[in-house]
């Protein structure tokens, strides 16, 4: 399975942005996709999750802001980010998960400027 991520950039705060994430390659059936980021000399902490019924989860720091989707048919997972903060600012990663296995994508760049 591989990932492409999409729709990074460079916003002002306030502003929103939505990422995309594709997966092509062997597809049985994707459990889980999550949006993952990583700010600089920092962890990559987890930002959102949806399971293949539709059930999401998100960050505290982020729960109100931002919307995790999927299109099962495309299997693509989006982000939509509203109200975005300069905290916001990291390395955006996607990941699914298939049959017990985890795949990630190379990660776009979201920076807030203030």
């Known amino acids: 399975v591989q990932l492409q991520a999409s729709g990074g950039g460079l916003v002002q705060a306030g502003g929103s942005l939505r990422l995309s994430c594709a997966a092509s390659?062997?597809?049985?059936?994707?459990?889980?996709m999550d949006w993952y980021r990583q700010a600089p000399g920092k962890q990559r902490d987890l930002v959102a999750t949806?399971?293949?019924?539709?059930?999401?989860n998100y960050a505290r720091s982020v729960k109100g802001r931002f919307t995790i989707s999927r299109d099962n048919a495309k299997n693509t997972v989006y982000l939509q980010m509203n109200n975005l903060k300069p905290e916001d600012t990291a390395v955006y990663f996607c990941?699914?998960?298939?049959?017990?296995?985890?795949?990630w994508g190379q990660g776009t760049l979201v920076t807030v400027s203030s």
């Open positions: 990941k699914a998960i298939q049959r017990g296995t985890a795949y």
């Open positions: 949806i399971n293949s019924g539709g059930r999401t």
């Open positions: 390659g062997t597809i049985f059936s994707i459990d889980v």
